[in-house]
């Protein structure tokens, strides 16, 4: 059973960045095929993929978020983390990390979740 925990600040102010770790137990983040995943929920939107690191440190971005997003990986501590600057307040929405067995984007296709946190853009 794979666990993952998100961690970070709740609240982050406009025009900063937002950085995020996902701590993950039960597999190695460089186990052959596994991707990891970063997805975020506006309120009363649908969940929205932001990006991936794969298990050899290869990172791909939603096309949308692409110039202000960083993942990286830390495999010493089994941690991947997002980085998002130049926040607005429509950045606004619970973040989630999530592994996958394949490349995906499809938040349906993820195996494992972590329970997501908060993060809301305000001054």
């Known amino acids: 059973q794979v666990q993952l925990q998100e961690s970070g600040p709740g609240l982050v102010k406009p025009s900063q960045t937002l950085s995020l770790t996902c701590t993950v137990s039960?597999?190695?983040?460089?186990?052959?095929?596994?991707?990891w995943n970063w997805i975020r929920q506006p309120p009363g939107k649908a969940l929205e993929w932001i990006g991936v690191?794969?298990?050899?440190?290869?990172?791909y971005y939603s096309p949308s978020l692409k110039s202000r997003t960083s993942i990286s990986r830390n495999t010493p501590k089994n941690q991947f983390s997002l980085q998002l600057s130049s926040v607005t307040p429509d950045d606004t929405a619970v973040y989630y990390c999530?592994?996958?067995?394949?490349?995906?984007?499809?938040?349906?296709?993820?195996?494992?979740w972590g329970q997501g946190t908060q993060v809301t853009v305000s001054s």
């Open positions: 039960g597999a190695s983040i460089s186990t052959i095929y596994y991707t």
């Open positions: 999530a592994e996958a067995s394949e490349f995906t984007t499809d938040p349906d296709k993820f195996d494992f």
């Open positions: 690191i794969t298990y050899d440190g290869k990172t």
